[in-house]
Each structure stands twice: as C-alpha cells, then as structure tokens.
C-alpha cells in the first residue's frame, strides 16, 4: 500500500451493484453507428443498439436517438484492481477515474469510517463502481501501521485520536488465533465485500516480529493467514493479500488466498524476489489471479530496472504456467492508466493483452457476478470510445471521446 500524501492522511485518519435484467422487446432505445467494436481480440465495424440499460444487436421498436461515434474505437471501460480511496472528498477522485476511463474499482484496504463517508457517492451510473476490503490484517507494528501512524508525527491527529481509533477501527492487529476471534464479528459488522491480509518478509517472521527496526516492513504472521482464509469462507468472502517477497506469494497461495494484490519485486537481492514453476503452478492450479502494480513504487527508475531484473522473470513464469493477471496501480491519487503505461514501456506485453487485461479480465475479476467486460448483447451497457486504435498504440487508450455507463452517456467536468 502506497503513502498517501500529507492531506489524503489526515482525512484518513479523520475521518454489488446487481446485473441489469434482459427486457423482453424494449420499445425504445439508442443507435450507435459509425464505430468499431472490439470483440476480444480485433475491432469490428458495426451498428450496436442501447436500451433500458443494456446492449442490443438488433433495434428496439423505436429509436430515440442516433450516435455517431465518428469512427471511433470502441472498448469495454477499464478497471483497477488495486487502490486505496482514502480521501473522504471523493468527488475529484471519481473524476479522475472516469477521466481515464476507469469504471470498476477494488480498494484493497481502507477505514470504515471512509468507506461510509464515499459511498453514497459510488456504484451509480455516472459513478465508479467500488468494492472494498475495509480495514487490512496485519500484525501489531506492522505494514500499513506505520503509514496511519505518520499522521500524529505530522500533526494532523492527536495521539489520543489514534490511540482510541487505530485497532480495530483503521486496521486490524493481531498476533493470535484468539485476537482474530475478538476482532472477527465487528469487521464482518462493516460489511466488507473481501478480506486484504498483509504478509511483509513473513520467511522472516519468526526474527523481526518483535524488533522496532522492522515496524512497517512486517506483516501478519503467515501461520494466522489459513484461520482467516477459513473465517473468509464461511462468510462467502473471498481473501485478497498484500505481497512483498516470493516467500510472501508463497505462504499466501499455500494458505488459500484467492487474490495476491501485488507482483513480488522490490530493493533487495533479486532471489527474495524472483517466483519459482512450483510457485506459479500451485497459484494456477488453485485459481489464484494476481494483480501487477508495477508502478507502486513512484519511481521511474526503480520500476524501470525491476521491470528487468524481477518483474520481467515473475511475469514470465506466471503466464507460462497460465495465471490470470489484473491491472492494479497501488497509486492514490492516480489511476491504472500509470500502471498500463508502465507495462507496456516494459516490452513485456503486446497491446492486445494489455487491452484485454485492463477491459475485459480485470472487471469481470472484481465483479464476476456481472455481465462486463464485452460489447455483447444482454451485457451492460457500459463503453468508451477512443479516437485512435490501441491495438496499434495501448496508449491510445487515453484519446476518449466518449463515456457511457450502463446506457448513461457520462459528462466530464472542465
């Protein structure tokens, strides 16, 4: 999890939406005409119908209206797999994330007190669409503790306010099974729609658990990891970890998370961070999506040789053994435009794969009870329109003409 800056902090610190039904003949709608539609993996010429809220090939009785996408690219809206909404004004956030094209959001950590402050503002049409995890597990001392904590040294909270709110209330501490089963029923109170673990050099855990020198780079304690997997099914949720090392992707794969939020990469020896065959067949064997997040680091330089010495090696034998792979940034304020840029500078990726791991898997992995992700009939109504073909340049994606959510044409402010 990425700092968030001075302002974003204090905030912090102070601080499913259902598939649209198939209507039987829909008596009115809107024609789209003029573009071409990205069907998976070209474009293709076509006329593509809107109505009550979903796609149609074929025209509603009456056409209410016509569009003219004046030869545009059309594309299924973006998503980002890993952020962390902490700024309790999130008006300005959501226009950066419509802005980019990015409609679906997973915040992989965060404050209740937040969550309730932004909802009634998100999951609406001319909205995002936002998921979250609420707060993350971690051990006492450990990563992101240090990140709430920084708030008291800058003088944005009293210590009093941290001392009565930090656990349970903006993360959840815990060295036991026992302190799980105290914290358990008032997380699951808060509704969080996944659970985010932090593991952090946990092959070392056992030696800087108790050390103030690792405050904020330790996680949970990997051996906790499989009781709250455990707690997370029974309660139909699914368990989403925070990754450092490839000892941290493998103790949260062998532990039977869903979701690794990060690829492994970062200052250090590269073999700490460098995945093995065992390590990518276990995760594809289980199901196991990660998320990239190369850009996390707000260093061009630093990303640039992991890209090369560590990102590129992981990258490589986790689409080997078949992993499914998300587009996240881990960067607030910003968006998962940075992070497809910086993969695709790497090299490591063709524009098509690209293109389908931004619009159509990683929606369909944060919702995967909706119809998105294709510009198909019965599916949602949701689209952009870009000027230039990504397929040619992944960048192109940043030339939007047009946004429509779930049939609602979307107006950017100036």
């Known amino acids: 999890m990425q700092r968030p800056g001075n302002a974003l902090l204090a905030l912090w610190l102070l601080a499913g939406v259902s598939a649209p039904q198939e209507a039987a003949a829909p008596a009115h709608g809107v024609e789209y005409r003029g573009g071409s539609w990205f069907d998976g993996s070209k474009f293709v010429p076509r006329i593509m119908y809107v109505a009550d809220g979903v796609f149609r090939s074929t025209a509603p009785a009456q056409i209410d209206s016509v569009v003219d996408l004046e030869d545009g690219y059309v594309v299924p809206p973006f998503a980002d797999a890993h952020q962390h909404l902490v700024d309790a004004n999130v008006a300005p956030t959501i226009q950066a994330f419509l802005r980019d094209g990015v409609f679906y959001v997973q915040d992989q950590g965060n404050a209740p007190i937040v969550r309730r402050a932004i909802e009634p503002s998100l999951n609406r049409p001319t909205s995002i669409d936002y998921v979250g995890a609420n707060q993350g597990w971690t051990s006492p001392g450990g990563h992101p503790v240090e990140v709430i904590e920084r708030g008291v040294t800058l003088g944005f909270v009293q210590a009093d306010y941290l001392r009565d709110h930090l656990d349970p209330g903006l993360v959840m501490q815990v060295e036991s099974a026992a302190d799980i089963e105290q914290r358990w029923p008032g997380f699951l109170a808060d509704k969080p729609d996944f659970v985010k673990v932090y593991l952090m050099n946990s092959e070392d855990h056992a030696r800087i658990h108790n050390d103030p020198q690792f405050k904020g780079n330790r996680g949970i304690d990997p051996a906790l990891v499989p009781e709250i997997v455990s707690r997370a ?8 970890a925070h990754v450092y090392t490839a000892a941290d992707f493998r103790n949260a794969v062998e532990a039977g998370v869903q979701r690794i939020a990060h690829v492994p990469g970062g200052r250090g020896p590269d073999a700490r961070f460098v995945l093995t065959d065992e390590d990518a067949g276990l995760a594809a064997e289980l199901g196991v999506t990660v998320v990239t997040t190369v850009s996390q680091h707000r260093d061009d330089a630093l990303t640039a040789r992991l890209l090369k010495t560590q990102y590129a090696k992981n990258f490589e034998v986790l689409r080997e053994h078949g992993v499914t792979l998300l587009v996240g940034s881990d960067l607030f304020p910003g968006t998962a435009a940075t992070e497809i840029a910086a993969l695709a ?17 990683t929606p369909r992995a944060i919702f995967p009870e909706r119809r998105i992700g294709a510009l198909e009939d019965g599916y949602e109504a949701s689209l ?9 340049d992944i960048l192109a994606t940043r030339t939007i003409s047009l946004r429509v959510k779930q049939g609602v044409p979307i107006q950017m402010d100036r």
């Open 345 to 361: 500078g790497s090299g490591l990726f063709d524009d098509l794969e690209l293109l389908r791991m931004w619009c159509v898997t």
């Open 384 to 392: 952009l329109v870009l000027r230039e073909d990504p397929l040619l």
């Open 233 to 240: 099914q029974a309660a139909g949720l699914q368990v989403s």
